[in-house]
């Protein structure tokens, strides 16, 4: 077959350290922090996928250069439900531990792996993965994440940044809390809403800081504020049930899924009725490929999809299921150089919409200045 892969390329992309960092409540976040996975064919066709990782990256580098993407090679990358089964059969096989290839490693990298096979496959086609994914859109809303914990940030250089980002069109912003008390979150969050204003949507995330008391309190107090959603409200040692019993304290709708390592995790939060929003990742796991199967689940259960992460990558699957919300961006460069500087042609961001090239596969072309810049090859 002439689309059998034939070469496969790995790097990764990362930045230097920021001397200021950006935090969430409990963790900081890392500028780049990624996996960059490029499929070639014999037909000449190629495709890349991306792997996100908010760990140290050295274990998914470790997989990779023991030999992992060998058993790929001669696979045909237009069946990207073949070579996914395959990579992420090997969580669940002797062969993984024998060869040193952990879990999480294993998972990023099927998924950097099938988001590149369905890359080649809408090259192949010279169709848009968005017409692929059922066409139901070709623009999405798009809202920006914002208000991060830095270092000496007060509420005066947050009002300043918020301004900045009502200045550049946005219509929906992000906030982060849970790393203060929550009268000074509150305070923080009325900021935002007293400059974005009542006709733009006020997200409010907590990454998973509050016990389900605080939680409780939380979302009382947030109630006048009027939040499109509450994101990942509860701690993670019992989300599902307590995300539920969240539910019915409040008319704010929840949100999360992102912190889910595998597309089962997040059907059970769909089972539990425990959110409104699912926000799977698919650059941390499952690619496209359980991607649509979570779409098409949260369409049948009538709930919403709105991706963690990357705008560029989950738009095609968002603008393709009548279940697609919105996606999620960073206009920082430097909260996020990769979505400045990755693409020679990144899709328009304006007027709280990203409009999806027309292009065929992903629809992006990858800037090599910026894999130069950003990027060691690794494979």
């Keep these: 077959m002439d689309d059998i892969i034939d070469n496969v390329e790995a790097y990764i992309l990362t930045v230097p350290n920021e001397k200021r960092p950006h935090w969430v409540s409990l963790f900081k976040v890392p500028s780049a922090n990624e996996l960059l996975i490029r499929i070639k064919t014999k037909s000449g066709a190629e495709g890349f996928g991306l792997a996100t990782s ?8 470790n997989v990779v250069k023991s030999g992992l993407l060998d058993e790929i090679i001669g696979m045909d990358a237009l069946a990207p439900e073949l070579v996914y089964e395959k990579l992420f059969g090997f969580t669940s096989s002797r062969i993984a531990s024998e060869n040193g290839w952990g879990k999480e490693a294993l998972i990023r990298i099927s998924s950097a792996v099938d988001i590149a096979c369905w890359d080649v496959l809408g090259h192949v086609g010279n169709l848009p993965l968005y017409k692929i994914f059922g066409g139901y859109n070709d623009k999405v809303p798009c809202y920006v994440t914002c208000a991060y914990y830095r270092e000496g940030k007060d509420n005066s ?7 900045m980002l009502v200045e550049q069109g946005h219509k929906g912003f992000k906030g982060k809390v849970g790393g203060l008390s929550l009268s000074e979150d509150i305070a923080r969050m009325e900021i935002v809403r007293d400059v ?14 509050w016990d389900l008391k605080t939680a409780t309190e939380g979302a009382k107090a947030l109630e006048a504020l ?4 509450l994101e990942e409200p509860v701690r993670w040692t019992d989300d599902r049930r307590e995300l539920k019993l969240l539910s019915q304290r409040t008319n704010i709708p929840l949100s999360g899924g992102e912190s889910e390592i595998t597309s089962y995790g997040c059907r059970s939060m769909i ?3 425990a959110i409104q929003i699912l926000q799977f990742d698919c650059t941390m796991f499952g690619g496209f490929t359980e991607g649509r199967k979570l779409a098409a689940l949260c369409e049948l259960n009538h709930v919403d999809v709105a ?13 393709g299921s009548p279940a697609g919300r919105i996606v999620e961006s960073f206009t920082d460069p430097e909260r996020d150089p990769l979505q400045a500087e990755l693409y020679e042609n990144p899709p328009k961001i304006q007027g709280g919409y990203l409009t999806l090239n027309n292009m065929p596969g992903l629809g992006l072309k990858l800037s090599e200045a910026a894999l130069k810049k950003f990027g060691t090859r690794i494979l």
């Design 226 to 229: 009027q939040p499109t959603w």
């Design 271 to 273: 089972e539990e009725q």
């Design 307 to 319: 991706p963690h992460h990357d705008c560029f990558i989950h738009a095609p699957l968002v603008a």
């Design 157 to 163: 250089e947050l009002r300043e940044e918020i301004q």
């Design 196 to 209: 974005i204003g009542e006709e733009n949507n006020l997200m409010v995330d907590v990454n998973r800081a």
């Design 54 to 61: 908010y760990t140290d990256i050295s274990p998914i580098v």
